[in-house]
């Protein structure tokens, strides 16, 4: 989960001067840092707090939204002007050991299918050697990513941070792990960089709205290019591309729709009917695994009037039946 050859030049902790909780490039920065400066941060959860490692179901929906997706930060980047790109070089995360995946009532409309679900649904993971602990010894790898990480935006005001923007944001990229670079477009002075809203592990789709959301320390080493342009995030990275990090044998359900998102629904739902038949979960626990280790891949888009999509799941997350 970390990388070798660096240097920690300073470190921010999560104390309230520290976080904010909206994109407004009129905060000042808590922090100025030189390129090539190497910043460990301190994130908390992506609610703040609200759901500790003792918290249930019946506490999900209590959560408020506002404000939501406390971020660490901003950071200024000596030199960084509008029209550059940041270059951010993800070194190391380090979790606390434990987070927790939840989906809400539906009635508030939230993940991908709010409509199957009226009741909320909390699972808290025990983090430990590397992976989360579910129910029935199911053991799903860890491999930490920030969900929120990006800079200020030029437009005035301040920004909601559930959106992912140009200037990154809630984008919820699974393979921005330890190794991995983003590259951001920069749209105002010093760019003000912040991060937070970091999952332990997550299924490409975060199909129930949380990953392994999980308080965590991420530790990023920054540069400057004045001789690129982009109008949105870029990055390299080594992956995991599949929640367990290599090729294996994979179940997998597809939907058939002349709709991407109802073929995306299609997919889980027959995901979730697969893992309560066949692998014994409540159909909440398996909208939690789906959103934790489901992959979700769009197959085909050329051939009108269906589009197809299917969701991955990785067969070697269970127990081997004759241990």
Known sequence: MSRSGYTVDHRLSDVDANVHHAWDNDLEPILTVE???VVRFE????VDG???VDASAADVPEVSFDPVHPLTGPVAVEGAEPGDVLEIELLAFQHKGWGYTAFMPGEMGLGLLPEEFPEAGLHVWDLEDDVGRFVNGIEVPLDPFPGVIGVAPGEPGEHDTLPPRSVGGN???KHLTAGSTLYLPVEVDDALFSVGDCHAAQGDGE???TGIEAPMFVTCRFDIHDDRELDAPQFETDGPFTPTGHDERMYATSGVEDDLMAATKSAVRSMIDHLSAE???TRGEAYILCSAAVDLKINEVVDAPNWVVSAYLPESLFPDPEE
């Open 35 to 37: 390129p090539g400066d």
């Open 43 to 46: 994130c908390r959860d992506a």
């Open 50 to 52: 609200q759901l500790p």
């Open 171 to 173: 984008v919820d990229i």
């Open 207 to 209: 199909v129930c709205v």
């Open 279 to 281: 692998r014994g979960l």
